[in-house]
């Protein structure tokens, strides 16, 4: 039976792709309505998202395969939703963050950031977290966690060992000093006997024997258990120290990399998801969610997060000792030894280059376009220029133009008549990017995914799904909004430690909206929080690919995941809602039900 039960597990994903949609299909049949064959649809990439039997980006394509067949819509229809707009700013976001990798820029700003903070146990785990949120907002939270990791670990193995080296040289120095007192007590006593020359001796004598013994204990770790019967325990205590720590700074980078990601629109999947299913199924919106309106939100919304997680695991790991923490009124030679190991990792990089140099000024130029673009209190340069009786110019646009400065830029200087050292004349220089490293880095599962979810909110709406769980979801109007909200983002954030984020919000956010319009809130007050509540992973090591890397480095255990991320996924909900309830309605107009809205209420 035990056999039988094991040949079972091994063929699961073949079990669950051959079951799952038999098991469904009565669904269809008994009800064959095109709510019902959308529903069939739905439910079954919606297991098939969460058990993994196929990939994630193969389950995207089923809409293709299904919606038509079913007679849902039309396969050109289905497969024009898979090149959006928001794919586009999705794939500039991407390209700058690959060229940021590429060049090594990434790693120059972190160091140059552990620097200025130090390496003072509390300060080292705000600029770990800092510096991690800050590239997480730009890059890939799996990258930015895997660079900074190692950093990490070899700053806390350089101060563990200096403090156990240190700790060994004052018992060194005190065995000595005690052995010249007991010396010097020997010989006074000989000298008060009847013969001085023999106390001399004897003396002499004591010091030879004293010397031998050193010489034949080599280890100095048994020098100082000999000297000291406490050294064994002090070395446990630092031991068990920097255990701690070594936790506490791995949970503290993984973490910090998916909260940064919450910050800026490109930052993370679920955010650009969020943009386009918005403008799916309210068109007429007007543009309600871009990059600055984004940025405006969650990053006040981000910074809170991150420090109240930093006050969280710095009471975990390190205590409340602040003095001891912040190292006030101390200075140790340990902190000089790890803080020039950081150093030295600064000057391997070398001066910046003219590669690296060209990929900031395009990245710094493409944010300020993308805050200025539309800024909302003031006409922006596409409303000026472009944008005067239709949306002609979006964030994709500009994403799309600056990260194709990338292939135009030479990364190196060009110099005029340039010779190589045998005399014949220099090769042009590469660009900054070429397509080989943009087709080895770029996620493409990831475009299959986002443009997956806007078939499955398109063929909702289309299929009267939509309308109907609308309608299904009426008797909620007697609860409060707020109530609502709490509620949803903590079901999202207990659904995403065993999904994907961009599975959860795919499947929540089309829903999300249609109960919204049903019981009369706005959108927006349900979907932003519960997008960002998709980006609170931390309970398990495969939530999230930083939350694996962070539990490969610093010998965590499940457990020890589970706790610290359990409280932390309370205070990320209660943040998300107190910043929705009190920034976001000022921003967006929350309280109110807006008329864009309304036209989305019949298919």
């Known amino acids: 039976m035990a056999g039988f039960l094991r040949s079972l597990w091994k063929y699961r994903n073949y079990i669950i792709i051959v079951l799952t949609p038999l098991i469904l ?56 939703q898979y090149l959006k707009d928001s794919n586009m700013l999705f794939i500039g976001g991407l390209l700058v963050a690959i060229a940021v990798e590429h060049w090594n820029l990434h790693r120059r700003i972190a160091l140059q950031v552990l620097l200025i903070v130090g390496v003072k146990p509390s300060l080292l785990m705000i600029g770990f977290m800092g510096t991690t949120a800050f590239l997480s907002m730009w890059i890939s939270n799996t990258a930015s966690t895997a660079m900074m990791l190692p950093i990490a670990n070899a700053v806390l193995k350089q101060l563990c060992e200096t403090e156990a080296n240190t700790e060994e040289r004052i018992l060194g120095l005190r065995a000595a000093k005690d052995g010249q007192d007991n010396q010097a007590f020997e010989m006074g006593d000989s000298g008060k006997g009847a013969n001085g020359k023999e106390g001399q001796s004897d003396a002499r004598s004591i010091a030879m024997d004293s010397k031998e013994d050193t010489k034949e204990v080599k280890d100095l770790d048994d020098v100082s258990r000999a000297l000291d019967p406490e050294a064994e325990q002090r070395r446990l205590q630092r031991e068990e120290k920097y255990e701690k720590l070594t936790k506490g700074m791995s949970l503290s980078v993984c973490y910090a990399a998916s909260i940064g990601g919450t910050a800026t629109l490109t930052g993370t999947t679920p955010n650009v998801i969020l943009k386009g299913q918005m403008d799916e199924l309210f068109p007429e919106n007007g543009g309600v969610i871009n990059f600055a309106s984004w940025f405006g939100f969650a990053f ?22 602040l003095k001891k923490s912040f190292g006030c009124g101390q200075k140790k030679e340990g902190d000089s030894e790890a803080y020039q190991v950081i150093k030295d990792e600064y000057k391997k990089l070398g001066k910046m280059s003219f590669a690296e140099g060209s990929v900031l000024f395009v990245f710094i130029l493409l944010v300020l376009l993308w805050f200025t673009r539309e800024p909302g209190f003031i006409p922006g340069w596409a409303s000026v220029l472009f944008n005067k009786d239709k949306s002609y110019v979006t964030d994709g646009t500009v994403a799309i133009l600056m990260s194709s400065l990338f292939f135009c830029i030479p990364s190196n200087l060009p110099r005029c008549c340039g010779r190589c050292r045998d005399g014949a004349s220099a090769e042009a220089p590469v660009p900054l990017l070429n397509w080989e490293i943009v087709h080895e880095k770029m996620p493409w599962n990831i475009l299959l995914l986002l443009g997956g979810g806007f078939a499955l909110a398109h063929g909702s709406e289309k299929s009267g799904l939509s ?17 609502i909200a709490i509620l949803l983002c903590l079901l999202v954030a207990m659904f995403t430690e065993c999904s994907s984020n961009t599975a959860t919000t795919t499947l929540f956010l089309p829903i999300l909206a249609s109960m919204a319009t049903a019981i009369g809130i706005h959108p927006l007050y349900v979907m932003f929080p519960c997008t960002i509540a998709a980006s609170l992973a931390f309970m398990l090591p495969v939530a999230t690919p930083p939350n694996a890397i962070a539990f490969s480095y610093g010998n965590l255990k499940v457990i020890d995941m589970a706790k610290a991320g359990f409280i932390l996924n309370i205070v990320g ?13 000022a921003m967006f107009q929350l309280d109110t039900f807006p008329s864009w809205a309304n036209a989305t209420v019949a298919p």
């Open 573 to 585: 909900v209660l943040t998300i809602n107190i910043g929705i309830n009190t920034w976001g309605i």
């Open 25 to 80: 299909l009565p669904l269809p049949l008994i009800s064959p309505t095109s709510e019902a064959k959308c529903g069939y649809a739905i439910i079954l990439m919606a297991l098939y998202w969460c058990t993994e039997c196929i990939p994630l980006a193969v389950t995207a394509l089923l809409p293709v395969i299904l919606f038509p067949m079913m007679g849902i819509l039309e396969s050109t229809e289905v497969c024009t």
């Open 467 to 483: 309308t109907w769980l609308g309608q299904s979801l009426v008797p909620l109007q007697s609860i409060p909004p707020a109530a």
């Open 300 to 321: 006040p919304n981000m910074v809170l997060m991150l420090a109240l997680s930093w006050l969280w695991l710095q009471f975990m790991f390190l205590g409340f000792n």
